[in-house]
């Protein structure tokens, strides 16, 4: 079994910066893409950012410039820096790790940004 811990959120003003973290732990064989989902205040949970295990990266269009995602393959970890940041953004952001292995996948538990004017 595969845990995903999330950390990095809080409460920044409009125009600042956050990064948030996320380490998987557990029995590990293999993660194919890992990516960040956000869930607004009565919204639908969406997409943020997904990186595959060789690198390559894929964003939301509304984030596209802001916000970078990169990972470390030794560590499982996958992390998500966040720029220029707008009251839209404020949202619970997600962990996601696929398995490589099996169609498993994992999530955190969340993660709280809220970005104030």
């Known amino acids: 079994q595969v845990q995903l811990v999330e950390s990095g959120g809080g409460l920044v003003q409009a125009g600042g910066s956050l990064r948030l973290s996320c380490a998987a732990s557990?029995?590990?064989?293999?993660?194919?893409?890992m990516a960040w989902y956000r869930q607004p205040p009565g919204k639908e949970r969406e997409l943020v950012a997904r990186?595959?295990?060789?690198?390559?990266?894929d964003y939301v269009h509304s984030v596209k410039g802001r916000f970078t995602i990169s990972r470390d393959n030794a560590k499982n970890n996958v992390y998500l820096r966040m720029n220029s940041l707008r009251p839209e953004d404020t949202a619970v952001y997600y962990c996601?790790?696929?398995?490589?292995?099996?169609?498993?996948?994992?999530w955190g538990q969340g993660t709280l940004v809220t970005v104030s004017t």
């Open positions: 996601y790790a696929g398995d490589r292995y099996t169609p498993k996948n994992y």
């Open positions: 990186v595959t295990n060789s690198g390559v990266t």
């Open positions: 557990g029995i590990i064989l293999g993660i194919n893409d």
